[in-house]
Protein backbone atom coordinates (compact mmCIF):
# COMPACT_ATOMS: atom_id res chain seq x y z
CA UNK A 1 0.00 0.00 0.00
CA UNK A 2 0.66 3.73 -0.75
CA UNK A 3 -0.12 6.63 1.24
CA UNK A 4 -0.29 10.27 -0.53
CA UNK A 5 -0.54 13.38 1.46
CA UNK A 6 -0.81 16.61 -0.62
CA UNK A 7 -0.31 19.97 1.21
CA UNK A 8 0.31 23.85 0.08
CA UNK A 9 -3.45 24.70 -1.19
CA UNK A 10 -4.45 27.97 -0.07
CA UNK A 11 -6.07 30.96 -1.96
CA UNK A 12 -3.72 33.09 -4.65
CA UNK A 13 -5.09 35.46 -6.68
CA UNK A 14 -5.07 36.21 -9.96
CA UNK A 15 -1.88 36.39 -11.91
CA UNK A 16 0.40 34.56 -8.57
CA UNK A 17 1.44 31.00 -8.08
CA UNK A 18 1.42 28.21 -6.16
CA UNK A 19 3.47 25.35 -5.20
CA UNK A 20 1.70 22.24 -4.33
CA UNK A 21 3.46 18.92 -2.51
CA UNK A 22 2.14 15.32 -2.89
CA UNK A 23 4.85 13.16 0.05
CA UNK A 24 4.34 9.25 -0.76
CA UNK A 25 4.69 6.64 1.93
CA UNK A 26 4.52 3.26 2.05
CA UNK A 27 5.65 0.43 -0.09
CA UNK A 28 7.19 2.68 -2.31
CA UNK A 29 10.33 1.31 -3.36
CA UNK A 30 9.41 0.64 -6.85
CA UNK A 31 8.97 2.15 -10.38
CA UNK A 32 6.04 4.67 -10.19
CA UNK A 33 3.97 7.57 -11.91
CA UNK A 34 2.36 10.22 -9.90
CA UNK A 35 0.39 12.77 -11.46
CA UNK A 36 -1.71 15.46 -10.26
CA UNK A 37 -5.28 16.27 -11.25
CA UNK A 38 -8.10 18.62 -10.86
CA UNK A 39 -11.12 18.33 -9.93
CA UNK A 40 -13.29 21.72 -11.11
CA UNK A 41 -16.08 23.26 -8.37
CA UNK A 42 -19.42 20.95 -9.28
CA UNK A 43 -17.71 18.49 -11.32
CA UNK A 44 -17.60 14.84 -10.52
CA UNK A 45 -14.63 14.50 -13.77
CA UNK A 46 -10.79 14.86 -12.55
CA UNK A 47 -8.65 16.20 -15.40
CA UNK A 48 -5.08 15.49 -15.19
CA UNK A 49 -2.75 18.58 -15.13
CA UNK A 50 0.68 17.18 -15.43
CA UNK A 51 1.83 13.62 -14.56
CA UNK A 52 6.27 12.47 -13.78
CA UNK A 53 7.34 9.10 -13.49
CA UNK A 54 10.10 7.83 -11.50
CA UNK A 55 12.86 8.50 -14.45
CA UNK A 56 11.78 12.19 -14.12
CA UNK A 57 9.79 12.37 -17.34
CA UNK A 58 7.37 14.70 -17.01
CA UNK A 59 4.02 15.34 -19.37
CA UNK A 60 1.31 17.95 -19.26
CA UNK A 61 -1.77 18.82 -20.49
CA UNK A 62 -1.40 20.68 -23.14
CA UNK A 63 -3.28 24.56 -22.34
CA UNK A 64 -0.84 23.94 -18.65
CA UNK A 65 2.30 23.03 -20.49
CA UNK A 66 3.64 26.68 -19.82
CA UNK A 67 1.83 27.29 -16.68
CA UNK A 68 2.72 24.42 -14.93
CA UNK A 69 6.08 22.05 -13.63
CA UNK A 70 5.87 19.01 -12.05
CA UNK A 71 9.05 18.11 -10.27
CA UNK A 72 10.25 14.92 -7.94
CA UNK A 73 12.51 14.41 -4.92
CA UNK A 74 12.86 11.38 -5.01
CA UNK A 75 15.22 10.93 -2.58
CA UNK A 76 12.14 12.40 -0.15
CA UNK A 77 9.19 10.65 -2.25
CA UNK A 78 7.81 13.96 -2.82
CA UNK A 79 6.59 15.29 -5.82
CA UNK A 80 5.62 19.23 -6.10
CA UNK A 81 3.56 20.90 -8.84
CA UNK A 82 4.33 24.62 -9.43
CA UNK A 83 1.84 26.69 -10.64
CA UNK A 84 2.49 30.33 -12.22
CA UNK A 85 0.12 33.04 -13.87
CA UNK A 86 -2.80 31.02 -11.93
CA UNK A 87 -6.04 32.01 -13.39
CA UNK A 88 -9.84 31.81 -11.98
CA UNK A 89 -10.11 28.42 -14.36
CA UNK A 90 -7.06 26.82 -11.83
CA UNK A 91 -9.41 26.63 -9.31
CA UNK A 92 -10.54 23.53 -7.91
CA UNK A 93 -9.55 20.06 -5.40
CA UNK A 94 -6.20 19.05 -6.81
CA UNK A 95 -5.07 15.30 -5.84
CA UNK A 96 -2.27 13.38 -6.41
CA UNK A 97 -2.20 9.93 -7.31
CA UNK A 98 0.11 7.18 -8.21
CA UNK A 99 0.58 3.97 -9.64
CA UNK A 100 3.09 1.34 -8.62
CA UNK A 101 4.62 -0.01 -10.38
CA UNK A 102 4.46 1.95 -13.57
CA UNK A 103 2.42 0.51 -16.19
CA UNK A 104 3.46 -0.98 -19.44
CA UNK A 105 2.60 1.66 -21.35
CA UNK A 106 4.62 4.50 -22.81
CA UNK A 107 4.83 7.39 -20.47
CA UNK A 108 3.13 10.63 -22.17
CA UNK A 109 0.17 12.83 -21.82
CA UNK A 110 -1.86 10.31 -23.59
CA UNK A 111 -1.85 7.43 -20.84
CA UNK A 112 -0.23 9.24 -17.94
CA UNK A 113 -3.11 12.01 -17.38
CA UNK A 114 -5.44 9.57 -17.46
CA UNK A 115 -7.00 8.79 -14.13
CA UNK A 116 -7.91 4.91 -14.70
CA UNK A 117 -4.59 4.34 -14.85
CA UNK A 118 -3.85 5.48 -11.06
CA UNK A 119 -3.75 2.98 -8.49
CA UNK A 120 -3.15 5.33 -5.01
CA UNK A 121 -5.04 8.50 -4.86
CA UNK A 122 -4.30 11.54 -1.85
CA UNK A 123 -7.50 13.06 -0.10
CA UNK A 124 -7.11 16.38 -2.39
CA UNK A 125 -5.89 19.73 -1.19
CA UNK A 126 -7.85 22.99 -2.10
CA UNK A 127 -6.55 25.48 -4.47
CA UNK A 128 -8.81 28.80 -5.06
CA UNK A 129 -8.22 31.68 -7.44
CA UNK A 130 -9.61 35.15 -6.71
CA UNK A 131 -9.94 38.17 -8.95
Known amino acids: QVQLVESGGGSVQDGGSLRLSCEAS????????MAWFRQAPGWNERVGAAAIDDGGSTAYESTKRDRYTISLDKARNVVHLHMKKMNIADTGTYYCAAVYPRPPFNFGATWSLLPSKYTFWGRGTQVTVSS
Open 26 to 33: GDTGRSFW
